[in-house]
Nanobody, 120 residues
Framework: QVQLVESGGGLVQPGGSLRLSCAASGFTFSSYVMKWYRQAPGKQRELVATITETGRSTNYADSMKGRFTISRDNAKNTVYLQMNSLKPEDTAVYYC?????????????WGQGTQVTVSS
C-alpha cells in the first residue's frame, strides 16, 4: 500500500538547479521522517537529507550543505529537494525514503528513483 513516487530529475548544466518531488501515499505521511538518498554507479547509496515529521528540523550531508534544501508539505503528502549550484559529482539516481519502525527490524520503503545528470 505504501507508495513513493519521485519526479523532477533531468539533465542540467553545472551551476544549475533542479527541484525534486516525492509524492507519498498509503500511510500517515505527517507521522514519518522522510529522507532523500542518492546512488551513483559503483558507489553505495548515500544519505542526502533528512526532514522530521513536522518539517521543523533538517539535516544534510556535508557536501550538500548550503546548496540543497529539503522541505515537506504535509497537506499534499509531498517532500521536496531543492538543489542549487549543482556539480557533476551530484550526478546520481535520487531516491525518496521512509522507514516503518513499528515492525520487527523496521522496514524501509523506497521510490523508483529519478535520474539527475549534471553535465556541460
Amino acid at each position: 500500500q505504501v507508495q513513493l513516487v519521485e519526479s523532477g530529475g533531468g539533465l542540467v548544466q553545472p551551476g544549475g538547479s533542479l527541484r525534486l518531488s516525492c509524492a507519498a501515499s498509503g500511510f500517515t505521511f505527517s507521522s514519518y521522517v522522510m529522507k532523500w538518498y542518492r546512488q551513483a554507479p559503483g558507489k553505495q547509496r548515500e544519505l542526502v537529507a533528512t526532514i522530521t515529521e513536522t518539517g521543523r528540523s533538517t539535516n544534510y550531508a556535508d557536501s550538500m550543505k548550503g546548496r540543497f534544501t529539503i522541505s515537506r508539505d504535509n497537506a499534499k503528502n509531498t517532500v521536496y529537494l531543492q538543489m542549487n549550484s549543482l556539480k557533476p559529482e551530484d550526478t546520481a539516481v535520487y531516491y525518496c525514503n521512509t522507514r516503518d519502525t513499528r515492525v520487527l527490524w523496521g522496514k524501509d520503503y523506497w521510490g523508483q528513483g529519478t535520474q539527475v545528470t549534471v553535465s556541460s
